[in-house]
């Protein structure tokens, strides 16, 4: 429960707390929320139930916050990278960094993994102008690791 507890608190409430703490000046300055997720919320990660509970939690929170906010001029919208060439994995103690995701790059149906910057770019859009339509949406970059 420890550890069910800490990511929950890492992953969900975390954002749950900063958001309402923002939402004054949010509305004030219709301003925007982009929420980083994961696929794990959109399909089971094999002994990751934790994880992928509170991204999905996330992902719904991110939903809901959109919907409440919406009439009041912000926008909340969800990215769910899939695999991306980070410190992620170092930090879950893997030591062949390298050659784990030159695997998972060969299991995606690009086969490749995601830069930083190309989840960048789609935060980018999302916080932008550009995407001034879009609310309550879960972007997914993951180099089609959902369609496999």
């Known amino acids: 429960m420890k550890v069910l507890d800490e990511i ?3 992953n969900l409430r975390a954002v749950v707390q900063l958001t309402h703490l923002t939402l004054p000046h949010l509305i004030k300055s219709k301003g925007n929320i982009v929420n980083i997720s994961s696929v794990a919320a959109l399909k089971n990660i ?16 991110s939903r809901c916050i959109a919907s409440e906010l919406a009439p009041k001029g ?10 991306v060439r980070t410190d992620f994995v170092e ?6 960094v390298g050659k784990f995701y030159e ?8 086969k490749r ?36």
């Open 46 to 61: 094999q002994d990751s139930f934790a994880y992928c509970t509170a991204k999905a939690g996330l992902d719904h929170f």
């Open 74 to 83: 912000v926008r909340v919208n969800v990215v769910n990278p899939g695999p």
């Open 91 to 96: 930090n879950m103690g893997v030591n062949e």
């Open 8 to 10: 929950m608190g890492l």
């Open 113 to 148: 993994v995601s830069e930083p910057e190309e989840i960048t770019d789609v935060i980018l859009f999302l916080a932008s102008e550009k995407a001034r339509g879009v609310t309550g949406a879960s972007w997914v970059t993951d180099d089609g690791y959902m369609i496999k």
């Open 103 to 110: 695997n998972i790059g060969q299991m995606m149906p690009l």
